[in-house]
């Protein structure tokens, strides 16, 4: 079986997301990580991507109705 490529929404300092990172690194969760996405510029998880190697962006919700 393929592993399956996700995306994680994020906003916040990203303890979940990197909770995530690490399942993923360990292989209990099958997927490969493929951006992290954030509404926050500042949200500490788009470090925390950047760390981890993973593709990461801001979308500002302005943008958009």
């Not at 909770?19 to 510029?41: C, H, R, T, Y």
Request: include cysteine.
């Amino acid at each position: 079986m393929h592993n399956k490529n996700i995306g994680i929404l994020a906003s916040g300092r990203g303890t979940n997301a990197q909770a995530i990172f690490d399942a993923v690194n360990e292989g209990l969760i099958k997927a490969n990580i493929s951006i992290v996405i954030s509404d926050n510029p500042v949200a500490t998880v788009l470090a925390r991507a950047e760390t981890a190697g993973i593709e990461s962006c801001y979308v500002e919700p302005s943008k958009f109705e």
